[in-house]
């Protein structure tokens, strides 16, 4: 009965490294989600897919991020070229087939990203 | 901006004491849902109510909706320390899901 699962939980990047975020939603779940958080503050949405799709990506900042979810395997977050200020926790989210973004989302455990 | 806004946005209390914590939004929403977050861990559903609800309880956790005043209201009854964490508000209307900034609740023991 696995829940959401992130890896890594924590990933230390330098300026210029591309850093790739994995997201395994609760299994049977075709709706992902992916937050930021910066030190103290609260969650900010990013992005919103669904198998193969991107439904909404208004939170993404329009540069060096991307994400997907491919048929088979896990959605990814990626960003490339890290800068400092990307240095946040990275949380997924996953909600079941039916109801979508109106249902309840189960999160992850988070990955932190420390870039130096 | 669609963020919604708690608060206080930290709250000392003694265990057994009740915690009240408040969340309002500015658009029309779906529904509203509280989330608990332990220190550096992930986020742990609470409670989802719906636009046309008013209060829902779950256990020792009391959540209010006023739509009228786009705001709700979490309450913890008898609080423990581990009761301790950061409560999130957030809502959906039905584009995307938007978080408040948080109350630190510490529970004292």
């Known amino acids: 009965n696995a829940g959401v699962m992130q890896n890594p939980r924590h990933l230390v990047r330098r300026r210029g490294q591309e850093a790739r975020l994995r997201c395994s939603p609760v299994k049977g779940h075709s709706h992902v989600y992916w937050y930021r958080q910066l030190p103290e503050e609260g969650l900010k949405f990013m992005v919103y897919l669904q198998k193969e799709n991107i439904i909404d990506e208004s939170g993404m900042p329009k540069e060096r991020f991307s994400a997907e979810f491919p048929k088979e395997g896990p959605s990814i977050l990626r960003i490339q070229q890290v800068v400092r200020g990307d240095s946040a926790a990275y949380f997924c989210?996953?909600?079941?087939?039916?109801?979508?973004?109106?249902?309840?989302?189960?999160f992850g455990p988070g990955t932190r990203l420390l870039v130096l | 901006s669609q963020q919604g806004e708690e608060d206080p946005q930290a709250l000392s209390i003694q265990e057994g004491e009740n915690a009240t914590m408040n969340c309002s939004y500015k658009t029309s929403i779906n529904n509203l849902q509280w989330y608990r977050q332990n220190s550096g861990r992930g986020l742990v559903h609470l409670i989802l109510?719906?636009?046309?609800?008013r209060e829902k309880h779950s256990g020792r956790l009391r959540v209010t909706l006023d739509t009228s005043k786009k705001s709700s209201s979490l309450l913890i009854t008898a609080s423990r320390a581990a009761d301790t964490a950061s409560y999130f508000c957030a809502f959906s209307n039905g584009q995307n899901f938007v978080f408040g900034p948080g109350t630190r609740l510490s529970v004292l023991p």
């Open positions: 989210a996953s909600s079941p087939k039916a109801g979508g973004i109106q249902e309840t989302q189960y």
């Open positions: 109510i719906r636009s046309n609800e």
